[in-house]
């Protein structure tokens, strides 16, 4: 009933730009709290970035504090990572999550999209 669908990743170069797009489906924005996370070969997945309902409130790891901005446009129904000053360490596949806490234990969101490759050449 619920789905996810990432788009818009792609092979970048080092210090170059991104927009990845979240499409949601069913009831997913019922749920009120959106996020990206990440998963680089050979680690785990981590947290990115999250979202309320309104937007007012957003949350982003460390890493990519002031590089990354999440936003959300309810009357689309999609969420989006854009994404700027891309390093090789970005690379990883992008999942954008739903569910009803800002957190960045990946067990806390209930819904998962399929994921989108993001590489960023040296």
């Known amino acids: 009933q619920v789905q996810l669908v990432e788009s818009g990743g792609g092979l970048v170069q080092n210090g170059g730009s991104l927009r990845l797009s979240c499409a949601a489906s069913?009831?997913?924005?019922?749920?009120?709290?959106m996020a990206w996370f990440r998963q680089a070969p050979g680690k785990e997945r981590e947290f990115v970035a999250a979202?309320?309902?309104?937007?007012?409130?957003?949350d982003y790891a460390d890493s990519v504090k002031g590089r990354f901005t999440i936003s959300r446009d309810n009357a689309k129904n999609t969420v989006y990572l854009q994404m700027s000053s891309l390093k090789p360490e970005d690379t990883a596949v992008y999942y954008c999550?739903?569910?009803?806490?800002?957190?960045?234990?990946?067990?806390?969101?209930?819904?998962w999209g399929q994921g989108t490759q993001v590489t960023v050449s040296s």
């Open positions: 999550a739903a569910g009803f806490t800002m957190s960045p234990i990946q067990g806390h969101w209930g819904y």
């Open positions: 979202i309320s309902w309104s937007g007012a409130r957003t």
């Open positions: 069913g009831r997913t924005f019922s749920s009120a709290f």
